[in-house]
T-cell receptor, first 115, second 110 residues
Framework: ETGVTQTPRHLVMGMTNKKSLKCEQHLGHNAMYWYKQSAKKPLELMFVYSLEERVENNSVPSRFSPECPNSSHLFLHLHTLQPEDSALYLC??????????????FGEGSRLTVL | DAKTTQPPSMDCAEGRAANLPCNHSTISGNEYVYWYRQIHSQGPQYIIHGLKNNETNEMASLIITEDRKSSTLILPHATLRDTAVYYCIVRVDSNYQLIWGAGTKLIIKP
């Protein structure tokens, strides 16, 4: 138990569906992250929120839309995805950078399959 | 952030110390060395980090060379549950980005 909870753990969706991934952290952190992990590829940072403001957006297609309503919750809204978007999506949280905060706490991930 | 180089895979006998090397020859003075591991189908787990001095916690020890160009993660008494991919990352403390490589796949054998 890392203090970061992701739901659902598994999701299968068609290319025309709209779905959302949810992340919740109980650690009192102020930064939250979405990472993508495709098969046999390194983790790729997608989005970073710091104090509920988006501070990183690494050229992610617009079919992925993040939302951070408060410092404990993070969503990733999915629409018109492609089969190549099938991957493990990982949420993480941390204290703010500059406070010796390299320690990220990850959730278990949401395994997404796009048909 | 500087890049790191790790061997793609290693084996270690259960109960022995596992020593995982990492080269980071272009590391800057203000970059920390972090280690994470990822057990199959789970999220990565933080292990330890350091700047200059050797560090030890309940999971592992981190040995950083004096010139800071390489480091070694030591799992003192490896168990089968330590089988995972281990990632060495260097990062400036003020950055959000961690540059993840392929890591080292450590297999602990009975």
């Amino acid at each position: 138990e890392t203090g970061v909870t992701q739901t659902p753990r598994h999701l299968v969706m068609g290319m025309t569906n709209k779905k959302s991934l949810k992340c919740e952290q109980h650690l009192g952190h102020n930064a939250m992250y979405w990472y993508k992990q495709s098969a046999k590829k390194p983790l790729e940072l997608m989005f970073v929120y710091s104090l509920e403001e988006r501070v990183e957006n690494n050229s992610v297609p617009s079919r992925f839309s993040p939302e951070c309503p408060n410092s404990s919750h993070l969503f990733l809204h999915l629409h018109t995805l492609q089969p190549e978007d099938s991957a493990l999506y990982l949420c993480a949280s941390s204290r703010l950078p500059g406070m010796n905060t390299g320690e990220l706490f990850f959730g278990e991930g949401s395994r997404l399959t796009v048909l | 952030d500087a890049k790191t180089t790790q061997p793609p895979s290693m084996d270690c006998a259960e109960g022995r110390a596992a020593n995982l090397p990492c080269n980071h020859s272009t590391i800057s003075g203000n970059e920390y060395v972090y280690w994470y591991r990822q057990i199959h189908s789970q999220g990565p787990q933080y292990i330890i980090h350091g700047l200059k001095n050797n560090e030890t916690n309940e999971m592992a020890s981190l040995i950083i060379t004096e010139d800071r160009k390489s480091s070694t993660l030591i799992l003192p008494h490896a168990t089968l549950r330590d089988t995972a991919v281990y990632y060495c990352i260097v990062r400036v403390d003020s950055n959000y980005q961690l540059i993840w490589g392929a890591g080292t796949k450590l297999i602990i054998k009975p």
